[in-house]
């Protein structure tokens, strides 16, 4: 089993749609939960950061952490053009020092 | 805004010769990683770093890999001998603390020929 399952996508919307972007994850050990964006041959750039479970917001981003289901999830309100990239869940492992990415879901926002 | 950066940013090697990506981490950091990325896969942990020596490393990082911080800002990783399917991008990371988020460089690619 994976660590982190993440569906590739692609996903197209029209802008100003909400998106919604999800990861499960194998371990209840896992403790810190991250979302990247990832334009393309760059490096990834991370965006949100939880460790509890629930939701956190910054600007038009919500990251939502459920471990009673190992499930997490990343909401995009008003989106726009530029956030069309790659969007990566990620995890630690046991030790915390670790990290497992998902695949990636490719997000294109269409003007 | 601190950054990592990483040098060169395309590299192109024959199979079999020694390669040496380089990076500089953000400075107040203590820890340091390589991921790779192979072209359309995800990104993936090599080893992780602190105090000088490795603390974490995945089943990929194998002998011919190794890393070293050789003076106090910059953090390489050397592959003795390449072959064809290291080919990839390489991201070196670094973050402040054990359990903080990392942040990532542009990446190295390298093409092994």
């Known amino acids: 089993q994976k660590e982190v399952e993440q569906d590739p996508g692609p996903l197209s919307v029209p802008e100003g749609a909400i998106v919604s972007l999800n990861c499960t994850y194998s371990n209840s050990a896992f403790q810190y939960f991250m979302w990247y964006r990832q334009y393309s041959r760059k490096g990834p750039e991370l965006l949100m950061y939880?460790?509890?479970?629930g939701n956190k917001e910054d600007g038009r981003f919500t990251a939502q952490v459920d471990k009673s289901s190992k499930y997490i999830s990343l909401f995009i309100r008003d989106s726009q053009p530029s956030d069309s990239a790659t969007y990566l869940c990620?995890?630690?492992?046991?030790?915390?020092?670790?990290?497992?990415f998902g695949t990636g879901t490719s997000l294109t926002v269409i003007p | 805004e601190p950054e990592v950066t990483q040098t060169p940013s395309h590299q192109v090697t024959q199979m079999g010769q020694e390669v040496i990506l380089r990076c500089v981490p953000i400075?107040?950091?203590?820890?340091f990683y390589w991921y790779r990325q192979i072209l359309g896969q995800k990104v993936e942990f090599l080893v992780s770093f602190y105090n000088n020596e490795i603390s974490e490393k995945s089943e990929i990082f194998d002998d011919q890999f190794s890393v070293e911080r050789p003076d106090g800002s910059n953090f390489t990783l050397k592959i003795r001998s390449t072959k064809l399917e290291d080919s990839a991008m390489y991201f070196c990371?670094?973050?402040?603390?054990?359990?903080?988020?990392?942040?990532f460089g542009p990446g190295t690619r390298l093409t092994v020929l």
């Open positions: 990371a670094s973050s402040m603390d054990y359990y903080n988020e990392q942040f």
């Open positions: 990620a995890t630690n492992s046991n030790t915390g020092n670790q990290f497992y």
């Open positions: 400075s107040n950091h203590l820890y």
């Open positions: 939880t460790y509890s479970s």
